[in-house]
């Protein structure tokens, strides 16, 4: 190969990496302004709460919840646990 094509072959290739990278930078920043405006959006008309109350936070804890499992759920964990453990035994050695 001559040094012309050469040349013209490392043009070509910074010509395509330039195209990408403005691309991709000009891609990122509409992004970033879109989110910053829908962000902005959001903060001045945070909405109307639901008129169901579903609008309140979830518990991520459940200390002192009566949501707790009866006494038929509690004897079928507590038995697949036992077939477990009987089905792999652990191996410590004390």
Same mark, same amino acid.
């Given at each position: ?5 050469? $040349? $013209? ?86």
């Amino acid at each position: 190969m001559n040094s012309e094509a050469i $040349s $013209s072959l490392l043009l070509e290739a910074a010509t395509l990496l330039g195209m990408g990278m403005i691309f991709v930078f000009t891609f990122l920043a509409l992004l970033i302004a879109a989110i910053n405006l829908i962000a902005a959006f959001c903060r001045k008309f945070p909405g109307k709460p639901s008129p169901d109350g579903h609008s309140k936070p979830l518990k991520l804890s459940h200390s002192g919840s009566t949501d707790q499992p009866d006494g038929t759920t509690l004897a079928a964990i507590s038995a697949a646990v036992h077939q477990y453990r009987k089905q792999h035994p652990l191996n410590v050695k004390e």
